[in-house]
Every structure is written in C-alpha cells, then in structure tokens.
C-alpha cells in the first residue's frame, strides 16, 4: 500500500509525541451501543469463567500437573482478554476511532504476542502432559514432577516474552505513514505493519519467524505427542478403555484446533492478503469468544473441574444452611 508520507525522524525518538488512531468498528457506527454491550458482556462472562476455574483449582489442596496447567491457561487468558478488550470497547464509545500513542501500541502488541506466545507453548505442555499419562503412566508421577511442571510453565513464559519482544523491536523499528490509521481495534502486527512504509518482504521477516517459534515448531510437537498417543492407542485391546483415554484428550485439542486455527489464518499469510474487514472478525473471535469457549469446555469435559466445580457448590450450600 503506498504511503501518504514517511516519517522522516526515527520512531524511537517521536515516540512521545507520536499517537496511532485505532479505527475499530468506525464503519459500524450505527451499531456502536448494540455491539458495546455484547462486547462487554462477553467480556465479563469470560473474566468470571476463567476465574472460577483459577479460584477452583487453587482451593485443590492436590493439584495433578494438567489441573496445574489448566490454572496458568486461565491466568494467561485473564491477561489476553484484558489487553485487548478494553481498547475495543473504548473505540466503540468514541467517534471516529480511538487514539493510542506509540509507546502503549508498542506495549500492547508485545503483552498480545507474548500471551498468545504462552499459550502456544503452554498447549505443547498439556500435550506431552496426556502423552506420558497414557504412553508411560507408570513413570508419570516421576516424570510430571511437581519442580518439572512449574519448570516448564516459566520456560513456556519467558520463552514466549523474549520472541514477542524480539518482534515488537522488529515492527516498531519501521517507518509509518504518516495517517498511523490503523484500521483494527488494536495493534495487531498485521494491521501495524499496513500502515508502515515499505514495500518490500523484508519487514514481514521478524513475524515469520516468530510464526515458525510460537506456531509452527509448537503445533509440530504437539503434532508428534498425538501420534504417539494414537500408536498407544491403537495397541489396546479395550474399546472402553481406548475410549477412557481418548476422552482425557478432547478438551486439549479442541482448546488447540481454536487457538491455532485462528492464528494461522491471521499470521501465516503474505502482506498483500490482508484484508481488514476479514481480520477484525477473525480477531474477535480469538480475542472474545475462544477465550469464552476454554473454560465451558474445561468445565464440561474435565471431571477434576467438574468434581471440583461440585465441591465448591457444596461449600457453598452448607455456608448458607449454617
């Protein structure tokens, strides 16, 4: 997309001064209050879900690893959802589009990238979790140690911050237009590098390669757990019990087919198929409605959730009675 004009003094040294005009939803104007309140609905029926589920397994005196994992997947799905909702609702509330400066945009898309980063490795986590709990479960409570668990959530954290850092750097290095229009409702990095100028593949890069660290190389580990687990499978004798274990696996690969189904369709693309219009739907669902959908599945598909999830109704009830 040609420019309107280049900056010409360097990003890092405007970045006081210089602001970023988020469009939003500015071509829906007439439906700015409906689409606020079903924003804001989801957006609070999700904080409460994924809380529920945190506050639940924190009052589990005995947490196995995957309870474990489920835990920080509800934090860092807190976090997700607070980066970017916010903004979007205030963009509906403001005429023409809200503004953000280059400082804040910078930190959203690293906060965004970084959590989604998490959740990438945290998925592969979960994965190699249900592949030693079926392929080797009389190792596994040596193996998915209580120290190897907390090891690994770190590693999938800081991992993930060091790549979104590393792009963010990457980005916010570029020349923009001078419009800085950036038709999302927040600084995703496909929609940030739009507006910069430049023609050339050469910025589009820094984003492939984190796609290949934060998608590709985790989605073919989990890739490679599952067809262990299926080897595993297909050797048992027992339908009931093939299905047993089977059932453990559900919930995670639907929580990974929504995550990662998203994301490639947002990520691994070339510049000249962005569409904006496609983009922000595709967004909000990855951004509202998948972070919505992980706990009811979790809820429904766990039975130490949903064993849990009793325990606390119970507490609750004998408070009330006493």
């Excluded at 005995?62 to 489920?70: N, Q, T, V």
Aim: glycine share 4%; net charge positive.
């Amino acid at each position: 997309m040609p420019c309107e004009g280049c900056m010409e003094s360097d990003n890092m040294s405007a970045g006081a001064t210089m602001e970023f005009l988020l469009l939003g939803f500015s071509e829906l104007f007439c439906l700015r209050v409906l689409l606020f309140l079903i924003f804001l609905v989801v957006h609070l029926v999700t904080l409460v879900g994924n809380m529920i589920v945190f506050v639940a397994v924190m009052m589990e005196p005995s947490r196995p690893p995957m309870l474990f994992f489920l835990c920080q997947l509800s934090i860092i799905e807190l976090c997700y959802t607070l980066v970017t909702v916010p903004k979007a609702l205030l963009s509906l509330m403001v005429v023409g589009g809200s503004t953000i400066s280059f400082i804040g945009c910078a930190a959203q898309m690293h906060l965004f990238v970084a959590l989604g980063g998490a959740e990438c490795f945290l998925l592969v986590a979960m994965s190699y979790d249900r592949y030693v709990a079926i392929c080797q479960p009389l190792h596994y409570v040596a193996v998915m140690s209580e120290g190897f668990c907390l090891r690994l959530a770190v590693a999938c954290c800081l991992g993930a911050f060091a790549v979104a850092l590393g792009l963010t750097v990457a980005v916010f290095h570029l020349p923009f237009c001078r419009s800085h229009h950036i038709n999302h409702f927040f600084c995703d990095v496909p929609a940030v590098l739009h507006v910069a100028c430049t023609q050339s593949y050469i910025p589009e890069l820094p984003l492939l390669a984190a796609c290949v660290l934060l998608l590709l190389l985790p989605f073919l580990l989990i890739l490679t757990s599952y067809v262990r687990i299926a080897v595993a499978l297909f050797h048992v004798t027992s339908s009931v019990g093939r299905g047993k274990a089977f059932s453990t696996c559900i919930s995670h690969l639907a929580i990974t087919l929504l995550h990662y189904g998203c994301a490639t369709f947002i990520y691994i693309r070339p510049k000249s198929s962005y569409s904006p219009a496609r983009d922000k739907m595709v967004s909000l669902v990855y951004t509202n409605i998948t972070p919505l959908l992980y706990p009811l599945i979790y809820s429904l598909r766990n039975k130490e959730i949903k064993g849990i999830l009793r325990k606390m109704l119970r507490r609750k009830k004998i408070a009330q009675l006493n």
